[in-house]
């Protein structure tokens, strides 16, 4: 007997049928999606929903959706702001500066082909939104230009080191730089690239820089400085009403520099430290003891007669009054009454020439500078500057004379006290006086001691002059004694004697009294010498001599030896010269006058 399933056989039956159905309905669905699509792309509008900056669009045509785009575009402008960094300086680009904005027609493609969808995705029920990339343009004139001047204000030139001196004693240098630049392309390599991805963060140009070598040697004579006290503003105010503050001393220590700096490394900066010198006066010592008491008084007298000469005094003396100095300042004659000129109001007066007196312009002016030079030497300045005349003069003692020549010769003090002088020169019908005002805190008194050391008795000598009358005569100068002298001075502090130092050697040649004379006959000239007589005696005579035999000449007798000559004492009592009339004693115009 036989048995038969059937199960097997339905089972491949129902198969064949499902397989056949699902056929059937693929290409029914494909046939109705293929028409779909026929109709969307056919259409020209998007179906799915976009956004473009927070704005959704949908359902509309190429042309709806780019002025959609370019609407929300203007509505949104671009404001960014991208910092590029290059060392240690900023450059700040802007959007408007480079013409930055959307770009339309690549958001309205983004947003096209996004914005097309299938009948499988409408069936699926796909309705999300698709947000659109954007994408961004720029003027490209615009960012060549702007990428130009970052490059211009991004590059380093070559920096000198700085220092800053601290209240603790040190000091902080900075360092000092290479120069370093950027170039337009360098920016533009790095932020072109940003700027398509729509990154608008900070750039870092990437730089190597190196520390210029610093000069410790210049350093040093930047930083080095001597303490200050207090001391009058000349420079902006001759009128010494404007005190400027005390500053401290700085010095500093090259080895201790050097070792900070190596130690340094790469940092920007290096500390070292260095001495100060606190200042000795205060303000308020200065403010009291300014021009609080007279160093010195010299008055000398002139002849008031001699107009030209008066004259020249008298400017002078206008030329030198009221001159500060300050602590270390010197004072120079030639500087403060300058040429002396027909123009600038000088007269001629009687000045010395070759051995001689002759009308010079200025002539007489060395009477203030000799003035000044004894009034220095009691006040117990330092004498930068001086020369004694070629002859002696009468108004100040000798060795307390100073001749000056514009140009050549110059009277020169400093003031080494530690306060300001100030020169006080005055005058009257026939004298005048210097004071110099300044501080005396140790009632300081000067003696100047000076000695003879040889003198030269002058001679009178005749000179003819045609130009007077017969068988008179005139005087053209009168004669002066030569010396050589040496000057001490002594100085005494509250009445002791604290120094006794040598000033000066003073060498006056004679110079011999010049009387012009026009004499009728020899007999009557001053340098008439009568011939001797046979007796030896001087005077004429009438009776010839008849001449003698020669006699036979003897032997010359050996010569003694001179002996050496002795040494002078010298008088240690101060000199007191002949008396002279005041020729003038004008300005000396010639060398060695």
């Known amino acids: 007997m036989s048995n038969y399933k059937h199960s097997a056989p339905k089972k491949k039956s129902k198969g064949r049928s499902a397989l056949v159905g699902a056929a059937i309905l693929l290409t029914l669905a494909a046939g109705i999606c293929f028409s779909f699509i026929g109709c969307s792309q056919s259409d020209g509008k998007i179906t799915a929903t976009v956004s473009v900056l927070g704005h959704q669009l949908t359902d509309l045509s190429r042309e709806s959706l780019e002025e959609a785009v370019a609407r929300i575009s203007d509505q949104n402008p671009l404001a960014e702001e991208i910092g590029i960094f290059f060392l240690d300086e900023t450059y700040t680009l802007k959007s408007e500066q480079i013409g930055l904005k959307y770009d339309v027609d690549a958001i309205t493609d983004n947003a096209w082909k996004a914005g097309q969808e299938t009948l499988i995705g409408r069936l699926l029920g796909n309705s999300e939104t698709v947000e659109i990339d954007l994408a961004v343009t720029w003027d490209e004139a615009k960012l060549q230009s702007t990428l130009a001047d970052a490059a211009t204000k991004l590059s380093r030139s070559a920096t000198e080191f700085s220092y800053v001196i601290n209240d603790d004693a040190t000091v902080t240098v900075t360092k000092g730089g290479d120069a370093v630049t950027v170039t337009d392309a360098d920016i533009a390599s790095v932020l072109e690239p940003k700027l398509k991805k729509m990154d608008f963060s900070d750039i870092v140009i990437p730089a190597e820089s190196g520390h210029a070598e610093i000069d410790f040697d210049a350093l040093k ?60 006066i205060s303000m308020e010592e200065f403010q009291k003891n300014l021009f609080a008491h007279t160093l010195s008084s010299k008055t000398t007298n002139f002849n008031a007669g001699l107009k030209g000469r008066t004259t020249n005094v008298k ?70 500057e001086r020369y004694n005349h070629s002859y002696m003069i009468t108004y100040v003692p000798l060795g307390e004379d100073a001749t000056v020549v514009y140009g050549s010769k110059d009277f020169k003090f400093r003031n080494d006290t530690d306060y300001p002088i100030k020169l006080d020169v005055s005058y009257g019908k026939s004298s005048m006086t210097v004071k110099l005002i300044g501080t005396n805190l140790t009632n300081k008194k000067v003696e100047i001691a000076t000695k003879t050391l040889s003198k030269t008795p002058f001679e009178t000598v005749y000179k003819t002059d045609t130009t007077l009358e017969v068988d008179t005569t005139k005087v053209k100068n009168n004669g002066y004694t030569g010396y050589v002298t040496e000057s001490y001075r002594i100085v005494y502090e509250n009445g002791k004697q604290v120094s006794n130092t040598f000033e000066n050697k003073s060498v006056y040649k004679k110079l011999d009294k010049l009387i012009l004379e026009n004499p009728s006959t020899p ?66 115009i010639t060398p060695g006058a």
């Open 221 to 280: 004579l930047e930083i080095d400085r001597e303490v200050q006290n207090p001391k009058l503003d000349l420079e902006h105010d001759r009128t010494g009403k404007t005190i400027l503050p005390a500053e401290r001393g700085v010095e500093m220590d090259t080895a201790a520099a050097k070792k900070a700096y190596e130690e340094s490394g790469n940092d920007e900066t290096f500390t070292f430290p260095v001495t100060f010198t606190e200042p000795t």
């Open 315 to 384: 400017l002078a003396c206008d030329f030198c009054d009221n001159i500060i100095l300050n602590p270390g300042d010197v004072f120079s004659y030639n500087g403060a009454v300058g040429p002396r000129t027909y123009e600038r109001g000088f007269k001629d007066a009687t000045v010395y020439v070759a051995g001689t007196t002759e009308d010079g312009v200025g002539g007489g002016i060395c009477q203030v500078s000799s003035t000044i030079y004894s009034a220095a030497l009691h006040a117990d300045l330092e004498i930068v």
């Open 523 to 588: 007999e009557k000239s001053g340098n008439y010498v009568p011939p001797e007589n046979p007796d030896g005696s001087q005077g004429s005579t009438t009776t010839p001599v008849p001449p003698t035999e020669p006699t036979t000449p003897t032997t010359p007798s050996t010569p003694t030896t001179p002996t050496e000559p002795t040494t002078p004492v010298v008088p240690e009592v101060p000199v007191t010269p002949d008396p002279a009339p005041d020729n003038g004693d004008a300005l000396p």
